[in-house]
């Protein structure tokens, strides 16, 4: 599994996450599949079969998750060098069509979250500004066609 870099709050988020499906969630599903089994015979037992099921499916998410934390990597926030986008940067940007300006952190892929102006480093307008520097263009193809923007400003929060 492939190493991603989270924020002290996105790494947090993920474990707290994974703790609430593991001492909240395990113990409801394995209520509800008792409760189904003392219904009787489980072979035309629809509740007990989609408890089952939901036991499954929450088995893989926690181990998804597990996987996730045990590769996961704290960036110190200190460290990240403002001279080029790039994780945990926050960048000021404008489009040279419009001439609107835009701030974004980019984040990890489970960090992202556009209302909060964090996008992910994978998205295409984060891999287009990755590496960039203060001054720089970035010519970036989304499904409209390519956007061009200008990097004004890179800070870290």
């Known amino acids: 599994m492939a190493v991603n870099y989270y924020s002290k709050e996105g790494l947090q988020k993920l474990k707290d996450e994974l703790e609430r499906m593991k001492s909240i969630d395990r113990p409801n599903i394995s209520k509800q599949i008792a409760e189904a089994r003392d219904k009787g015979d489980l072979s035309e037992n629809a509740e007990y079969d989609a408890a089952k099921e939901a036991q499954g499916l929450l088995e893989m998410k926690i181990s998804k998750l597990e996987d996730t934390v045990a590769n996961a990597r704290l960036l110190d926030s ?41 996008i992910s480093v994978n998205s295409p307008i984060g891999q287009g500004l990755v590496g960039k520097k203060v001054g720089d263009k970035a010519e970036i193809k989304v499904p409209s066609g390519v956007m061009t923007f200008e990097i004004l400003e890179i800070t870290i929060n």
């Open 78 to 118: 200190s460290k990240v060098d403002t001279s080029k986008v790039m994780v945990l940067s926050t960048v000021k940007i404008r489009n040279t069509a419009n001439k609107m300006e835009m701030n974004y952190t980019l984040v990890s892929e489970s960090e992202a979250d556009l209302k909060a102006g964090k």
